[in-house]
């Protein structure tokens, strides 16, 4: 049972590239985030989603998209990479039925250069 | 939407004294307070959570509690030890499938 995997682990872009950042998890779990996380801003919903092919924006979805077409995986996309999205980016999930705190990956360190 | 703030920012204690990290937040929807730890380069794991029908809980040298009125919870670490020390994040929301909105967090420094 390895919980919540992220891959890739480090990605350094260019300005204007393109990448998805890969969320599996093995617990079943029905709802996947994808978070961001700066510096002096804890953490922000950039979309989330409440099931198999079923996705919404969070706080901060401007330049990303996402798709759930597994219910293990929930895919996060850069279009066109800008500076701004240098950040370390977070997955997590958590189960149904009743209120369950969220299960994060190890995270994604990605730098636009 | 739900607004959290979390203060301090930075909180230095030595070794066994105890640390207090407050937050408030703005929807009185929320019933959801999980409390996260997050040490350098790791991922954040789930300490403590506290639901609204409850006003303290307890666990070991961790604590919360919660007052609704006021909107505010808090997390107390007794006896601190060098393990303790990482970011701390406190965080919001209606539980179930709706998202929780996290804090700035807290850096927490436990001097030996």
């Known amino acids: 049972n390895a919980g919540v995997t992220q891959t890739p682990k480090f990605r350094v872009l260019k300005t204007g590239q393109s990448m998805t950042l890969l969320c599996a998890q093995d617990?079943?779990?029905?709802?996947m985030y994808w978070y961001r996380q700066d510096p002096g801003m804890g953490l922000r919903l950039i979309h989330y989603?409440?099931?198999?092919?079923?996705?919404a924006k969070g706080e901060v979805p401007d330049g990303y998209n996402v798709s759930r077409l597994k219910k293990q995986n929930f895919l996060l996309g850069l279009e066109s990479a800008a500076p701004s999205q240098t950040s370390v980016y977070f997955c997590?999930?958590?189960?149904?039925?009743?209120?369950?705190?969220?299960?994060f990956g190890d995270g994604t360190r990605l730098s636009i250069l | 939407g739900e607004n959290v703030e979390q203060h301090p920012s930075t909180l230095s204690v030595q070794e066994g004294d105890s640390a207090v990290i407050k937050c408030t937040y703005s929807d009185s929807a929320s019933n959801y307070f999980p409390w996260y730890k997050q040490e350098l380069g790791k991922r954040p794991q789930l300490i403590i959570d506290?639901?609204?029908?409850?006003g303290e809980k307890k666990d070991q040298r961790i604590a919360v509690t919660l007052n609704k009125t006021a909107k505010h919870f808090s997390l107390h670490i007794t006896e601190t030890q060098p393990e303790d020390s990482a970011v701390y994040f406190c965080a919001a929301g209606p539980g179930g499938y709706q998202k929780v909105t996290f804090g700035i967090g807290t850096k927490l420094q436990v001097i030996p």
């Open positions: 997590a999930s958590s189960p149904t039925g009743g209120i369950h705190p969220q299960h």
């Open positions: 989603s409440v099931g198999e092919g079923t996705t």
């Open positions: 617990m079943n779990h029905e709802y």
């Open positions: 506290i639901r609204s029908n409850v």
